[in-house]
Structure formats: C-alpha cells, structure tokens
C-alpha cells in the first residue's frame, strides 16, 4: 500500500499506460519484422511523379525497354506516372505470363481512348476479360474467321490477288511499285468485302478518308499521356488537344461504321438468301435478332464494337507484316533465289497458284516465319493487367500491375536465337521448334483470333508476287542497302515505304 501514498494514482495509471504502450510499439515491429518485405522485380531509377516516363521520350519504347533488360533482367519494374509495369523479356517470362499464370493476366489495363473507341470495352483486343468479351471472341472466330466464311474468303483473296498480279503486269517498264499503297488496296479489298459485302463503302461519305480514320483510330488506341495520371489526367488530356482529337476520332469512326450498318439493314432478304452471299456484318445482324449459345443478345453496339476490331486489327498488321516480308526478300538475294525456285517449281504447268499448292511450300513458309520473329506487327503487344497478388520469377506482382512483352526484343535474344539473331536466316526454322521463343500473336486467353489465317494470306500473296515477278531495288541502290528503319508503338511500321520494280518473269527462259 505505501507505493499508492508515494506516488499519486494518476501517475501510476499514466506510466502503466506508458509501458503498455511501449511493449505494443515492440511488438508490432517483432510482428512487421517477421513479415518479409516483398520482393520487386529489378527497376531502373526513376523520378518523382512521372517514374520512368523520361526514358521513353522520343525514343522507339521496344529498343529502349530491350536494352533496359540486358541491365535489369528479363523481368523490370518499370514505373509510368501512377503505373506500375513489368516487363518481359525471355520466352521463359514470356510463358509464365502467358501460360502458367494465364489466368491471373487474362485482363487489360484501363485506358480513356480505348474505353471510348470500344464503345466502352465491349471489343476483344482491348476489353478486360468477361463472359462478355469470351462471346464475343467466339463470335468473331465463327462468323468471320472459321471454316464457315472459308470458301467465301479463299475466293475473294484469289479474285483480288489475280487483279494485283495483272496490274503489275501492266506496270510500266524499270518503274518503281510502291508496295505498301499495293498491299494495302489489296488487303482492304479482301477483308472489308468479306466483312462487309462487294458493295462495301469504300470511302465515308463526309469527313477524312477510311485510311486517314483507321490510322487515327490505331494511334488513340495507343492511349494517352494522361492514362498515366489519374487525377490530373483529363486536364492533360483537355489542354494537350489529345481528348478534341479523340472525339473526333470517334465521330469519324463511328459515322462509318453506323453507315456500314445502315446499309445492310436497307437491303432486301433476296439480295442475301444465299448463305455463301452473306458476309459478317449480315450474319451479326442476324445475331442481334435472337439468343446467342450463352443465351447473350447482341446490341448495336456489340456490333460496332465487332466491326472496328475488324477494322483495326485486320487490315494493317497484314500490311506491316506482307511490307517487311518482302522488304527482307529483296534484302536478301540468296532467299529470293531460294524461295523463287520452290515456289516455280510447283508452278510450272499452272497458270495460277492456289491455297493447297501454298500449302505445301515450306520454305515460303519459314520465310514468313522468320519476318515474323524480326518484325512482329505489335512489338510490346497489348499490355496484360494482373487481377491477384502472384509472383513471376520468384518476384512479386500486385493486382493493377500491367505485364508488357518486349516481342520484338524475345524474337532477336541472342541467347535463344544464337550469334545471328539480327540476320534474317529463315534456314534456323527447319530444326527449331517455337514454343514462346517469338511471340507475334501473344498466346492463351488474349491470343490474336486471327493467328493461324493471317500468316496464310501472307504466304499467298508473296508466292504470287515471287512466283510471277523478279523484283529489284530502284536507283540503282545495291539489295543489300535497303532502308529497314522502324517506326511506331502499337503498330511497327516500316519508316519508308517499300517501292521495288517488277520484271515480268519469262518461263520460256
């Protein structure tokens, strides 16, 4: 009892509560200090408020975050404003996004453009995943690429390339082509009649031409400065002129698309009674008018949404693709010799070439391959957002981190492709067997729909343009010294466009 008449009962309850205090600040750190720390991939260093924005500023974002890699590893942290990122860099990252953990990076980033552009992410490329998005993908892949429209496609893509090969014909002597104004008429012509009818609109009726939308609409899909800083982002956007620019991207791309439907709606049921007549959007229409297998109706804008997928992912990645295979062609003499003499040999007692005979051409085939695995369309691909805690290479990843995948650099490592991963030696396919060594169409659930038919109309239309036609570099400049600089983000794109002379081939000889 004497030490409650010493000290007063205040100043026991006080230095009690003290202690208690104290003993609970000891215990949460034995606690905190037993947790270990997580475990981040390598990062570059980065600067307050904009991260590591400053490394990508006038510079192609493939090469920068390649060479970033060879420092920090084949998985990076990398920091965009408010965003997290890692990057991947080696097929065995590459595969764990893509295959291992599929299910936790099966979902997309948020972007103001695309949200917009997709008539709020009701597409496929860019929605995040959902039962939505998954029926939508099978409806793509049935009504437009599967065996359903095959015939219909093979006849168009013969038809239009019979047209090419014939202008070429008639090109006049020692002048130049440019092959990208080719490839992209004929491509356009292919995919937009098997999409939309022969009687497609070429050109909107008001406003900038269907090149001119298109291509702005690629470049909004890229997102915006603004994406990366949620709280000031729309003033960025607004005083930028990028939200202006996105509206009217909208409007425009929208317009033609409303006409497109229009159009077909306005068409009697005879002009369509026959199935082999019917094209995508004819058979979307009809969609919309019952239950889908999953028991989803299709709305208007499901089908806008359908078409500008089309539209923008149909057209110029063949293009980028069919302009760098043929730009490595006539780089490479020796595989023009190579693949001529494949191609012609099967030619010989024919008039014209076919799907079956491109078939069966191996060569063409690696060729194909090979520009592939040095010129991927979409060089870091479309980012993969994580949706749980994970880990990746024994680091760890959090929800709302974006995964993006250095295609371009996987397909040059010179540690999976060896000394002459630059070189274009279509040869190293006759052995190698790819699994996520080159990634150009991703894999898993956010895969390219359209990964198996696109390479197959790539190979037709170089067989025709090889077999037919010697083709040399104008002015005189030697094959070898052919401009090959990229330029680019979502899309790659060959800097210069590719403009050769055609020489008629001579069988007699």
């Keep these: 009892m004497e030490i409650f008449t010493i000290f007063p009962q205040w100043l026991l309850t006080s230095t009690l509560i003290f202690i208690m205090f104290f003993m609970f600040l000891y215990t949460f750190k034995s606690n905190k200090s037993s947790i270990s720390a997580p475990k981040l991939p390598p990062n570059p260093p980065k600067l307050p408020i904009i991260g590591n924005l400053h490394k990508l500023v006038g510079k192609p974002r493939h090469q920068v975050l390649w060479q970033l890699s060879k420092q920090y590893g084949p998985i990076m942290q990398f920091k965009m404003g408010s965003k997290s990122f890692i990057v991947i860099s080696s097929p065995k990252m590459a595969k764990q996004i893509m295959k291992t953990q599929d299910h936790i990076f099966c979902s997309r980033p948020y972007s103001k453009s695309?949200?917009?552009?997709?008539?709020?992410?009701?597409?496929?490329?860019?929605?995040?995943?959902?039962?939505?998005?998954?029926?939508?993908?099978?409806?793509?892949?049935?009504?437009?690429?599967?065996?359903?429209?095959?015939?219909?496609?093979?006849?168009?893509?013969?038809?239009?390339?019979?047209?090419?090969?014939?202008?070429?014909?008639?090109?006049?002597?020692?002048?130049?082509?440019?092959?990208?104004?080719?490839?992209?008429?004929?491509?356009?012509?292919?995919?937009?009649?098997?999409a939309f009818g022969?009687?497609?609109?070429?050109?909107?009726?008001?406003?900038?031409?269907?090149?001119?939308?298109?291509?702005?609409?690629?470049?909004?899909?890229?997102?915006?400065?603004?994406?990366?800083?949620?709280?000031?982002?729309?003033?960025?956007?607004?005083?930028?002129?990028?939200?202006?620019?996105?509206?009217?991207?909208?409007?425009?791309?929208?317009?033609?698309?409303?006409?497109?439907?229009?159009?077909?709606?306005?068409?009697?049921?005879?002009?369509?009674?026959?199935?082999?007549?019917?094209?995508?959007?004819?058979?979307?229409?009809?969609?919309?008018?019952k239950d889908a297998t999953s028991g989803y109706q299709l709305t208007k804008e499901d089908i806008k949404s359908l078409i500008m997928d089309v539209l923008t992912g149909g057209v110029d990645t063949t293009v980028v693709t069919l302009e760098w295979t043929m730009s490595e062609i006539a780089r490479n003499v020796r595989v023009m010799q190579k693949l001529q003499t494949e191609i012609r040999n099967r030619t010989k007692t024919k008039q014209k070439l076919d799907a079956t005979d491109v078939a069966k051409m191996t060569y063409l085939k690696m060729v194909v391959k090979e520009t592939l695995r040095l010129h991927p369309p979409a060089p870091l691909l479309i980012p993969h957002e994580c949706i749980s805690q994970c880990q990746v290479g024994g680091y760890d990843?959090?929800?709302?981190?974006?995964?993006?995948?250095?295609?371009?650099?996987?397909?040059?490592?010179?540690?999976?492709?060896?000394?002459?991963?630059?070189?274009?030696?279509?040869?190293?396919?006759?052995?190698?067997?790819?699994?996520?060594?080159?990634?150009?169409?991703?894999?898993?659930?956010?895969?390219?729909?359209a990964m198996n038919t696109a390479p197959a109309t790539v190979e037709f239309l170089i067989a025709n343009l090889v077999c037919w036609f010697d083709w040399e570099v104008p002015n005189g400049v030697k094959n070898e010294d052919l401009n090959m600089e990229d330029v680019g983000t979502l899309i790659l794109r060959k800097k210069l466009p590719l403009c050769l002379v055609p020489r008629k081939f001579n069988w007699e000889d």
């Design 397 to 449: 990843v959090y929800p709302g981190t974006s995964a993006l995948i250095n295609a371009w650099g996987i397909g040059r490592d010179p540690t999976v492709w060896g000394e002459n991963a630059g070189e274009f030696y279509p040869e190293r396919f006759e052995k190698f067997e790819v699994d996520f060594e080159m990634v150009p169409f991703g894999a898993g659930r956010r895969s390219c729909p």
């Design 198 to 289: 022969d009687n497609y609109r070429q050109q909107p009726i008001n406003g900038p031409s269907w090149e001119v939308v298109v291509d702005e609409a690629q470049e909004m899909l890229g997102g915006s400065v603004g994406d990366f800083f949620p709280w000031v982002g729309r003033f960025i956007d607004r005083i930028s002129g990028s939200s202006r620019k996105l509206d009217r991207c909208f409007n425009n791309l929208d317009a033609y698309i409303e006409t497109v439907i229009n159009d077909h709606k306005n068409q009697t049921g005879s002009e369509v009674s026959d199935v082999d007549d019917k094209d995508f959007v004819h058979s979307l229409l009809e969609l919309s008018c």
């Design 114 to 194: 695309t949200e917009r552009l997709t008539y709020n992410y009701l597409d496929i490329a860019f929605s995040p995943q959902s039962n939505h998005r998954r029926e939508m993908r099978k409806i793509l892949v049935s009504e437009f690429l599967g065996p359903k429209r095959a015939s219909r496609i093979n006849h168009v893509l013969g038809t239009e390339v019979d047209t090419m090969v014939r202008a070429l014909a008639l090109h006049p002597p020692n002048g130049a082509v440019n092959l990208r104004d080719l490839f992209l008429a004929t491509v356009k012509a292919v995919v937009c009649k098997v």
